[in-house]
């Protein structure tokens, strides 16, 4: 056998892996094993435990040339298992920041760039955009009278942001939380542009669009003078804003805005009586919760807050039998989609990922999957299903679940007549004709 001998390493690299104490390593292998990556067909003789050894011999370029850091899901298992503490998918992500532009896999570029140059990841035009959110609403209004989407309205105290599939194809999965704001009586907006929820720059190692994307966020929340925003529910839009948010604070403290989570305005409007939920309507099935990653191990570990305990108060608002999946909080096991690996051309090494992830299904013996993510609800609910066919499921957001729990109750005919005054005038101040719709 060769000896493997250390080799230069371009200075950038060495000052940011410096910042990783590689010594601390002690070559135990427990980032291995919990690892999703381990094992996959087509990686045959490559582990956590290997990349770092490589790094920590000026590897760099083997490292970086290699699907390796884009197969990693940044779940972060790793991180939380190791003894010495040491932040392996920050290091995996910078690995993904020093590939070419050209050669990132899939779509993940030419989405954060379409994000960056456009407001969202499908390049969807501003007056598509409105007129979908027009009638769409228009639509909901039919079952809630007085419903619009309230768009750039100022000093709201809610701002939420869409995720641009909902946008462009999954449009009736918008009705959810609206259904939920609608019941609220909320005091909520959306964008006008600028709109996107989720945060490709996280997952293609881009600390610039990064830092930008959240800065539009403050930026907006500070000309429109509202309140709090809800950070967007995927794990790369929530873990991804608040990264750049972090770094546009420290660089100036007056970029500090308010938020919230989606599980702590539930849990507020649960708990102050704004919203009222009949647990009847899911009688018969059992259900379980999926920890997201990135609500949970790396929030915590970044943040100090994790969200755990919180999505189960929340269902068993909703719900009288739930049944953890085993393991579960911060052990519980990824998914198999973050990190991108949702939309990047890595589908049968995703499912590879996910195998534990149906085990743990199964076990629970859940007939419904509840998810915080969207990245995790459609892995969940599509990619699983067509690799592992024996145990079926439902899955369903936790906002979905609140949502057809709801005691929905009309608001007050004069309530009605000023959204509908406020909704014409929004629309047409938008130059949107909503006469012309057909919903």
Not at 29 to 36: V, Y
Not at 65 to 79: E, H, M, Q, V, Y
Not at 213 to 233: S, T, V, Y
């Amino acid at each position: 056998m060769d000896m493997v001998m250390p080799k230069p390493m371009d200075a950038e690299v060495r000052e940011f892996l410096a910042k990783f104490d590689f010594s601390a390593c002690m070559v135990c292998g427990t980032c291995s094993n919990g690892c999703p990556i381990t094992g996959t067909p087509g990686m045959e003789g490559w582990d956590t435990r290997k990349v770092m050894r490589m790094l920590s011999y000026g590897m760099v370029d083997e490292v970086v040339d290699s699907n390796f850091p884009w197969l990693c899901t940044g779940c972060g298992r790793c991180a939380y298992s190791c003894p010495m503490g040491i932040d392996i998918p920050a290091v995996m992500a910078h690995m993904k920041s020093l590939r070419d532009r050209d050669k990132v896999p899939g779509t993940l570029h030419q989405g954060m760039q379409n994000n960056v140059d456009t407001g969202n990841n499908l390049a969807i035009a501003r007056e598509d955009y409105l007129e979908g959110m027009a009638e769409l609403g228009a639509e909901m209004a039919e079952e809630c009278p007085g419903f619009y989407v309230p768009v750039d309205k100022d000093d709201a105290k809610i701002l939420f942001f869409p995720n641009s599939k909902e946008v462009y194809g999954d449009f009736e999965d918008q009705f959810w939380w609206w259904k939920v704001f609608y019941a609220a009586k909320e005091d909520w907006t959306v964008p006008s542009a600028g709109w996107e929820a989720v945060d490709w720059a996280l997952f293609t190692g881009n600390y610039a669009a990064n830092r930008k994307l959240a800065k539009r966020k403050i930026d907006f929340m500070k000309e429109h003078n509202i309140e709090r925003m809800i950070m967007p529910d995927c794990g790369g839009g929530s873990y991804g804003c608040r990264k750049g948010m972090e770094t546009c604070v420290l660089e100036d403290p007056n970029n500090e805005v308010g938020f919230t989570y989606l599980y702590d305005y539930l849990i507020q409007i649960i708990r102050e009586g704004r919203i009222r939920l009949d647990k009847s309507v899911n009688a018969g099935k059992r259900f379980t919760w999926h920890d997201s990653c990135k609500h949970g191990r790396e929030l915590a570990r970044h943040f100090g807050k994790g969200y755990y305990e919180e999505p189960r108060w929340i269902i068993r608002q909703c719900v009288d039998d739930f049944a953890d999946m085993t393991p579960n909080r911060g052990l519980n096991y990824c998914c198999g989609a973050g990190g991108g690996m949702w939309p990047m051309p890595f589908e049968d090494e995703s499912a590879y990922h996910a195998r534990r992830k149906y085990d743990q299904i199964r076990r629970s013996g859940a007939d419904v999957v509840v998810v915080g993510c969207s990245n995790c609800r459609d892995q969940i609910m599509k990619r699983i299903p067509k690799y592992y066919t024996e145990y079926t499921y439902e899955v369903k957001y936790i906002w979905q679940l609140v949502a057809e729990t709801l005691v929905l109750e009309p608001w007050e005919e004069e309530m009605v007549e000023k959204a509908n005054s406020l909704a014409n005038a929004q629309w047409e101040k938008f130059g949107v004709d909503l006469s012309a719709m057909e919903y």
